[in-house]
């Protein structure tokens, strides 16, 4: 079965550095477009980062350029985001999405908290 289990969150100062792990099973990893999103309390979730399946092509939210890096290990079937600058505004729950390049079927992580505070 599908799985997609994202670790790495915690409470950094603002300033600091995260980096965010999502390890995928049950479906073909170099098939599928890896994003990340995000879920601040109160506000929609929305959209952080991708990174395509075909040649490992990146964007990025303006919110978060220059600060987040996407990046994928395919021999892992895991996907990364590697957080530097924090600040308290990037604070939220963060989710690993999976969408296959073929049918477009997709899939959840259960998220993991990500709180920038002094």
């Known amino acids: 079965q599908v799985q997609l289990v994202e670790s790495g969150g915690g409470l950094v100062q603002p300033g600091g550095s995260l980096r965010l792990s999502c390890a995928a099973s049950g479906f073909t990893f170099g098939s599928y477009h890896m994003r990340w999103y995000r879920q601040a309390p109160g506000k929609e979730r929305e959209w952080v980062a991708i990174?395509?399946?075909?040649?490992?092509?990146?964007s990025y939210a303006d919110s978060v350029k220059g600060r987040f890096t996407i990046s994928t290990d395919n021999a892992k079937s895991t996907v990364y985001l590697q957080m530097n600058g924090l600040k308290p505004e990037d604070t939220a729950v963060y989710y690993c999405?999976?969408?296959?390049?073929?049918?477009?079927?997709?899939?959840w992580g259960q998220g993991t908290q990500v709180t920038v505070s002094s």
């Open positions: 999405h999976a969408q296959s390049t073929g049918s477009g079927r997709a899939y």
């Open positions: 990174i395509t399946a075909i040649n490992a092509a990146t």
